[in-house]
């Protein structure tokens, strides 16, 4: 994987498991995590340390996840691997958690684990999709193949020229 090819699929995930996680966090699950963790949440969000983590986080998705199943041209790759990523993940944080801190709610780890599963299974099936639009193009007359598959192959110069491009 090229550096331009991680930066590209790196920004479709960061963008998606932000913008779905916010919409869990902040508007869906809210109600929820003040109820039972209420007595732990701070008045205002620690935007850096949050960020931070996205950033962080997204990065093990997209190189133990999706380049991957990129590889594999594997939707259900993703998605599976996807969801136990996010099971392994949120584990730590959610196992810890009830291993350490005195009334850590089993629901809430038992909920979060599912999220963390369901989360990164769709961010990863996201952004392996939109990594079959940035890295195949499909030309008139050709059918669609990944790069390395029109450069192995002594076919069409026009999948040639595309795979030429993407690289």
Not at 108 to 132: H, P
């Amino acid at each position: 994987m090229t550096i331009s090819v991680f930066l590209k699929l790196y920004g479709v995930a960061v963008a998606t498991f932000f913008a779905i996680d916010l919409v869990w966090l902040g508007v869906v699950a809210r109600p929820f995590y003040q109820k039972h963790l209420g007595h732990l949440m701070r008045a205002n969000v620690n935007w850096v340390a949050a960020i931070i983590f996205y950033l962080v986080f997204v990065i093990g998705i997209v190189l133990l996840v999706v380049w991957p199943a990129v590889e594999r041209h594997s939707l259900t790759h993703a998605l599976l691997f996807g969801a136990l990523f996010g099971l392994v993940t949120y584990a730590a944080y959610d196992l810890t958690n009830l291993a350490t801190l005195d009334g850590f709610p089993l629901k809430v780890a038992i909920v979060d684990l599912i999220w963390g599963m369901v989360l990164c299974s769709t961010v990863s099936a996201v952004t392996y999709l939109a990594s079959v639009r940035l890295l195949w193009r499909v030309t008139v007359g050709a059918i669609s193949r990944p790069p390395e598959a029109a450069m192995s192959g002594a076919g069409s110069s026009q999948l040639e020229f595309v795979a030429q491009r993407v690289r």
